[in-house]
């Protein structure tokens, strides 16, 4: 079945230094892509999507671009922020038996930013 | 328009005991779901509503586990016989018929003791 790898964690950084998690993902068919954001206590919040390959999602100066030949997914930001600290998810919107879509979802990266 | 509603917000209950979780959807929302997200795990999926029909069933959703949706408007998922493996955050999620516009609600944080 369909199925997401992403980075374990935490990754621990210095404000203004670089970011990248690494997703990969498995899956039948052309998914949309997704990075979901969960700061504590609080719910998902999508963060950045791509809905095909070649296609690159941005939001708050993070990115990524789906990587067909690679199969990868990697979010990537050039200074993060004390701010940014968070856990963050590697999605997948697959198709189901029923005629629907479901997340199929990473394990999650946690992020610390310290000052 | 207030997003996806979940109450409670936070469950604490003794094992044995039955729960009942309420989701309140993006009103223009025909579809609803319910995940489940474990501790240091991302949300896995447990269900899935086209209106007031359930179309969908994970494996994960065990004969304890019985969700609703009447009229197909709110949605109620319920836990009998709680076990501490139960505990986890019970998301709510809806969409309308295109596969984008997926919103998540907060989510109902259970602590089975």
């Known amino acids: 079945g369909d199925s997401v790898t992403q980075m374990e964690g935490p990754v621990t950084l210095s404000e203004e230094a670089f970011l990248t998690i690494n997703c990969t993902y498995t899956?039948?068919?052309?998914?949309?892509l997704f990075w979901y954001v969960q700061y504590p206590g609080e719910g998902l919040q999508l963060l950045l999507k791509a809905t095909k390959a070649d296609d690159k999602g941005s939001n708050k100066g993070f990115e990524a671009t789906y990587r067909k030949e690679t199969t990868s997914f990697h979010l990537e930001k050039g200074s993060v922020q004390v701010s940014d600290s968070a856990v963050y998810f590697c999605?997948?919107?697959?198709?189901?038996?029923?005629?629907?879509?479901?997340?199929?979802f990473g394990t999650g990266t946690r992020l610390k930013v310290l000052a | 328009d207030t997003g996806v509603s979940q109450n409670p917000r936070h469950k604490i209950t003794k094992r044995g005991q039955n729960v009942t979780f309420r989701c309140d959807p993006i009103?223009?929302?025909?579809?609803l779901y319910w995940y489940r997200q474990t501790l240091g795990q991302g949300p896995e999926f447990l269900t899935y509503?086209?209106?007031?029909?359930?179309?969908?069933k994970s494996r994960l959703l065990s004969d304890r586990f019985s969700a609703e949706r009447p009229k197909g408007s709110f949605s109620t998922l319920e836990i009998q016989r709680t076990e501490q493996g139960d505990s986890a955050m019970y998301l709510c999620?809806?969409?309308?018929?295109?596969?984008?516009?997926?919103?998540f609600g907060s989510g109902t944080r259970l602590t089975v003791v």
């Open positions: 999605a997948l919107l697959g198709g189901t038996t029923s005629g629907t879509y479901k997340y199929i």
């Open positions: 899956a039948t068919g052309y998914p949309s």
């Open positions: 999620a809806s969409s309308p018929e295109a596969p984008y516009g997926y919103t």
């Open positions: 009103s223009e929302h025909n579809r």
């Open positions: 509503f086209q209106n007031e029909a359930q179309l969908e």
